[in-house]
Structures are given as structure tokens and as C-alpha cells.
């Protein structure tokens, strides 16, 4: 079975410059989460799709970020425009539903400069 | 709102100490308990879950209690090997889907 496919690996972007995450989820899950994990702390949730409506996204900044998930099945998660402080590994992750395991893709190292 | 506590690392060991890394949490209502563990260059996955009180999750030799009345969920493990090297993370999953994690605990086991 394919894991949590996530796409580029690393990004290194100027200060006010715009970036955009890719996140394909194991097949047939219908929940995904996207995490932002700053060096030494734990993921903290963005933002939570159950098929492409959204769930949570009470933790996202929304004048900077945004994300969406067309057809229930990919997702892409947009800085806009990035900050210093948005450098961090941005953790994409599905599961088949809410409060079961989450499966987690390799991540998205950002670096703003 | 929720939130976990793990206990601070990093947390160094000799190759078949005891180890137990401490969890505690606060929740509304029942949340599912997990432990993830990110090796070396290698992303988060699930090492053990349990979903109501007094569950016991075990894999790999780890294992953790859910225990309401404290609101811990420790991981423990009888003898570490240096392959358990790695940042362990304590998290909750509530019923409506919120999740949180704590900040992780770096275990260096060494030979």
C-alpha cells in the first residue's frame, strides 16, 4: 500500500515570497490533516479535511495561509505571503476517519530567508 | 482547551535499561491515546494506540496503559536496544477529530 505522498521535499523561499505544499493521501482515506512542526516542538494542526469540507481550521492563519482539497483526494496547503517564522516541516496526513491513526507522509522542510 | 505533557529529554540510556517516557494529558470527554516515533531521517509512525481506559497498546516491546484517573498514558519498555533511538511523541485524537501532540522526547540508546 502507498504511504502519504508529499511533494517537494524541501523548499527554501525569500521573506514575502509565496509557496504551495502538495499532499496525496493513502487511498480511500477520507480524513487529512496538515501539521506544522517548528524545530523541537510536536505537530501542531493546521488544518483537518473530512472528504474536501473542512473541519478544523481554527489554528490556521488565514490572512497568510490557506489550503484546500479538491475531489475529496489531493490537497494543497498555500503560504502567501511567507514570514521568518512560517520556516518549519509541514506534515501532511491521513486517516481512514476521525480519531483513528493517522498516517503521516515525510514532511515539506520550509526555510524562509 | 487539550493539551499533552511529556516528559522534557532528551533521555540518554545503556542498551538494556528500562525505560519509560512520561505522558500526561488534558482532555474533554474520551480521547484516543497514541505514541508516534520519528527515527532518524524517517518520518512519524504510529508505535501504539489505545482507545478507551485501562487499554494497553504494545508494539515492538513498548507498551503504555490508559489510565483516566491520573491522565497518563506513560511508555515503557523493559530493555531498550540502540535501534530505539529516536524522538518519541505522545498524542490525543478527541471524538470531534481535534488532535494534539506533545513536543516530543529524544531517547539516544547507546551500546
Known amino acids: 500500500e502507498a504511504g502519504v505522498a508529499q511533494s517537494p521535499r524541501y523548499k527554501i523561499i525569500e521573506k514575502r515570497q509565496s509557496v504551495a505544499f502538495w499532499c496525496n493521501p493513502i487511498?480511500?482515506?477520507?480524513?487529512l490533516y496538515w501539521y506544522q512542526q517548528i524545530l523541537g516542538q510536536g505537530p501542531k494542526l493546521l488544518i483537518q479535511?473530512?472528504?474536501?469540507?473542512?473541519?478544523?481550521d481554527s489554528q490556521l492563519p488565514k490572512d497568510r495561509f490557506s489550503a484546500e482539497r479538491l475531489k475529496g483526494v489531493d490537497s494543497t496547503l498555500k503560504i502567501q505571503p511567507a514570514k521568518l517564522e512560517d520556516s518549519a516541516v509541514y506534515l501532511c496526513?491521513?486517516?481512514?476517519?476521525?480519531?483513528?491513526?493517522?498516517?503521516f507522509g515525510q514532511g515539506t522542510r520550509l526555510t524562509v530567508v | 482547551g487539550d493539551s499533552v505533557t511529556q516528559m522534557e529529554g532528551p533521555v540518554t540510556l545503556s542498551e538494556e535499561a528500562f525505560l519509560t517516557i512520561n505522558c500526561t494529558y488534558t482532555?474533554?470527554?474520551?480521547?484516543?491515546l497514541f505514541w508516534y516515533v520519528q527515527y532518524p531521517g524517517e518520518g512519524l509512525q504510529l508505535l501504539l494506540k489505545?482507545?478507551?481506559?485501562?487499554d494497553k497498546g504494545s508494539n515492538k516491546g513498548f507498551e503504555a496503559t490508559y489510565r483516566k484517573e491520573t491522565t497518563s498514558f506513560h511508555l515503557e519498555k523493559g530493555s531498550v536496544q540502540v535501534s530505539d533511538s529516536a524522538v518519541y511523541f505522545c498524542?490525543?485524537?478527541?471524538?470531534?477529530?481535534?488532535?494534539?501532540f506533545g513536543d516530543g522526547t529524544t531517547l539516544t540508546v547507546k551500546p
Open positions: 498524542a490525543l485524537y478527541t471524538n470531534a477529530g481535534k488532535s494534539t
Open positions: 479535511f473530512q472528504n474536501n469540507g473542512v473541519v478544523d
Open positions: 489505545a482507545t478507551k481506559a485501562d
Open positions: 487511498s480511500g482515506h477520507a480524513t
Open positions: 482532555a474533554t470527554g474520551y480521547p484516543s
Open positions: 496526513a491521513s486517516s481512514l476517519g476521525t480519531n483513528t491513526e493517522a498516517f
